[in-house]
């Protein structure tokens, strides 16, 4: 089994391959650069698959983090941080909201005055779980179950098609794979490659959508972030190694006295 840096490696080229503009080159090499553009599109899957088996779950430690936002904010930062010299600090953010985020900002303008998520938004939903579906390289989505309610707000909204789309498959599963996809790309993209890969997991609406999200992971953890929270690299090892959340400030301060 190839290491996660082999991987991310040849995944980083075959991008840079895939994004070469055709008509940029020269007529005489067109022909060969189609054929590698060609042959990078049907390797790419392949080696997402190859990194998907070797850091799911072995490698993954996920955190699901609620409570104060700004202190979420100020963590997720730190662990994503990467320096002048291109080190990333190795963690990865996840948000379980984002594809639900992305189909709420398209139907969000279709409403009329009074709101009601009706057969319009409805056909933007699918409109936008398919495109998502697409992406993933999906064949088929199973179609969710209409219901037409009022949406006073963009929470409502959002509230109503995650409820909506988790009623049935699709829901769960592309979330999953969509996550999946977005710590492989985290993971290229700040050349991460270490045993073990922090993950915190934001925007979980639910016991059962965490239950099913934590799959992902070797072992996960749920930690209430308090206001005034400033992480540092012991509060993080700390959380991410307790079985159960723990008080990052007495476990930092205990280090400091056997020092």
Avoid: W
Wanted: proline share 4%; hydrophobic share 35%.
């Amino acid at each position: 089994m190839r290491t996660i840096k082999e991987i991310s490696e040849e995944i980083e080229t075959t991008n840079e391959l895939l994004k070469r503009e055709v008509d940029a080159v020269p007529y005489g090499v067109r022909p060969a650069l189609r054929g590698q553009i060609i042959q990078a599109s049907e390797r790419l899957p392949k080696l997402l698959d190859e990194m998907k088996a070797v850091i799911i779950p072995s490698k993954l430690i996920g955190l699901f983090a609620t409570g104060d936002k700004t202190s979420i904010d100020k963590t997720a930062e730190f662990l994503t941080h990467t320096d002048e010299e291109g080190k990333s600090n190795g963690g990865v953010v996840l948000d379980a909201a984002q594809m639900y985020r992305t189909i709420t900002d398209l139907v969000e303008p279709s409403y009329s005055r009074d709101r009601v998520f009706c057969t319009t938004q409805f056909s933007l939903l699918i409109q936008g779980i398919t495109e998502i579906g697409n992406n993933l390289g999906y064949q088929e989505i199973e179609a969710p179950k209409h219901k037409e309610t009022t949406c006073p707000d963009t929470a409502a909204t959002l509230a109503h098609i995650r409820n909506t789309l988790r009623g049935c498959h699709v829901g769960d599963q592309a979330n999953i794979d969509l996550l999946t996809k977005n710590a492989i790309d985290a993971i290229v993209r700040d050349k991460i490659d270490s045993k073990q890969i922090p993950v915190i997991v934001i925007g979980v609406a639910s016991v059962e959508e965490r239950n099913a999200i934590a799959t992902l992971f070797s072992r996960s953890v749920d930690f209430v972030f308090p206001t005034k929270f400033e992480p540092t690299a012991a509060k993080i090892v700390a959380m991410f190694k307790a079985q159960k959340q723990v008080d990052p400030e007495k476990t930092e301060s205990s280090e400091d006295e056997n020092e």
